[in-house]
């Protein structure tokens, strides 16, 4: 049997927040080995390049945070980070079997025509809607978005509005996705001002007494494809890294974590510390042994299916205006995809040649789970049909340039969720050395599952230097 010399950490897991957790902590100066069973690092951020167009599966955009800005610059790939021009950051939502403008304010929103005028007088009377901090038992359980929503502003605002963006940024199910745990800083609003509406107003006015000009985050793609990110992380921890090799158990030996691999006569793994960077329902199975109840905990948090697929279409086919980031659809509209992104409107690097478009259709999510069942030809047929129907496509099929099907694409954060995630917590503490992170605890946007890596990398310096000094 080969031994490997003990490591500080073992990080199990090279997706973002396995990759970004082992760089940080290589860059603390611990040692550090990162294990992911794939023959490549990257977990749900792929990029397919066939010559004619680059195509992203997971993200098409990241959101920019300090910290995201913080590990482009320091894994050296800033020069490849792109921003879209400011007009290719307009969202569209299908509405009323057109494309509209997202409103970016309250004035924008009444003038809009995604609410009739009940809708928006409704909407006003946010304010008067009595708040559950009236009701002290109220305010501390959970609710669901969908519930949230009708509650304080009405079911046409969950409708047209805050249902295609759950599905589209969750691929959740509004009547079961926690309020408290997808959107906090709204249900704070509620709690600290009795009104969403009143809330926002306050912060803004909070900003400006500050003398903080609010601006709109930018999205931010790399040159390439997005899984430059990945790549460039992987390559910076080199021998560090070890792909094709899935973790299958973990032991208790004495201090030290011990790790065996799917080859276990050929290799294991000794570490101080472990950090599991999986989807939830493998560290549920890798901390059975250790914490039953925590276990249990992470095989209930469910995930969604989401398809992707990546088409090209001749530009002069194409009938929409195509100077946004892509639309959203309420599903009221009938169509089956959840939205389709315009990556070469956001990066022109997508298609090279300039007469070409490359459009991403997102398609399944938890209403529509028989998505995986569908054949390849099914899904291209229903993405074009809906594609000709809200973008005014004319003429023949598109080219398919990329599909990626996930059958466990997004955390679900149900009701619920941060009852679960304190069981989890308090458990996995009791477990020496061993610690989580990953897209299903504080948010499945890239930069939280980095900033969320980050802090455990520092937490894991922090120990190592109080265990050097005692
Ligand atoms: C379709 C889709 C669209 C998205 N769009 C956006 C977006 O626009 N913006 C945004 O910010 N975020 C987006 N996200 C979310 C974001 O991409 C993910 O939340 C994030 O990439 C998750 O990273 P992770 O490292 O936590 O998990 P993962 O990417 O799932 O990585 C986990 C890794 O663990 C590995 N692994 C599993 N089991 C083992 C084992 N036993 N041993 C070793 N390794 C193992 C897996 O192979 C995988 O590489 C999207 C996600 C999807 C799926």
Request: aromatic fraction near 4%.
């Given at each position: 049997m080969k031994a490997f010399q003990p490591v500080d950490v073992a990080v199990v897991g090279g997706g973002i927040s396995g990759l970004s957790c082992a760089f940080w902590a290589k860059r603390m100066g611990l040692s550090v080995l990162l294990l992911e069973s794939?023959?490549?690092?990257?977990g749900c951020m792929r990029s397919v390049r066939n010559g004619e167009c680059i195509a992203d599966g997971g993200p098409q955009s990241i959101m920019s945070s300090p910290e995201f800005m913080e590990l482009v610059e320091a894994a050296g790939i800033k020069e490849l980070a792109r921003t879209p021009a400011a007009e290719a950051n307009q969202p569209y939502l299908f509405h009323g079997g057109r494309l509209v403008p997202v409103p970016q304010n309250l004035p924008a929103l009444l003038s809009?025509?995604?609410?009739s005028l009940g809708g928006k007088l409704r909407l006003l009377s946010e304010p008067l809607v009595a708040s559950r901090r009236s009701d002290a038992g109220a305010a501390e359980q959970d609710e669901s978005v969908a519930a949230f929503v009708r509650r304080r502003a009405g079911p046409q605002v969950l409708d047209a509005l805050v249902s295609p963006f759950v599905s589209g940024i969750f691929a959740g199910d509004p009547d079961k996705l926690s309020m408290r745990s997808a959107f906090p800083a709204v249900v704070d609003m509620e709690r600290r001002h009795g009104s969403v509406l009143r809330g926002a107003v306050a912060s803004r006015r909070a900003a400006r007494r500050n003398g903080a000009v609010p601006k709109r985050r930018q999205s931010v793609g790399f040159g390439?494809?997005?899984?430059r990110l990945p790549a460039a992380l992987a390559e910076q921890l080199g021998r560090e890294l070890r792909t094709s090799a899935p973790v299958q158990a973990i032991w208790q030996r004495g201090e030290w974590l011990e790790l065996s691999l799917a080859d276990a006569a050929l290799s294991r793994i000794v570490a101080r510390s472990v950090v599991l960077a999986t989807p939830a329902f493998v560290a549920a199975d890798l901390l059975a042994r250790f914490e039953p109840a925590a276990s249990a905990e992470l095989r209930a948090i469910a995930y969604s299916p989401v398809i992707q697929i990546a088409l090209a279409y001749p530009r002069n086919a194409i009938g929409a205006p195509l100077d946004g980031f892509g639309f959203l659809a309420a599903r009221s509209e009938g169509l089956r995809i959840l939205g389709c992104v315009w990556n070469s409107a956001m990066f022109?690097?997508?298609?090279?040649?300039?007469?070409d478009v490359l459009l991403t259709v997102f398609l399944g999510g938890a209403l529509d789970p028989?998505?995986?069942?569908?054949s390849d030809d099914e899904l291209v047929r229903a993405a074009h049909a809906d594609l000709r129907r809200a973008m005014k496509i004319h003429d023949g099929m598109p080219r398919v340039i990329a599909g990626f099907r996930w059958a466990k694409a997004i955390p679900q954060y149900d009701v619920g969720h941060d009852r679960k995630l304190k069981t989890i917590a308090d458990a996995v503490a009791r477990i020496p050395h061993m610690h989580l992170c990953g897209?299903?605890?504080?948010?499945?946007?890239v930069p939280d599952c980095i900033k969320l890596a980050k802090s455990v990398a520092e937490g894991l310096g922090r120990s190592l230097e109080t265990r050097a000094k005692t």
């Open positions: 794939e023959p490549s690092v990257g809009s025509p995604l609410l390439g494809g997005n899984d022109p690097d997508r298609c090279a040649r300039e007469e028989g998505v995986l069942a569908a897209s299903y605890l504080t948010s499945p946007s």
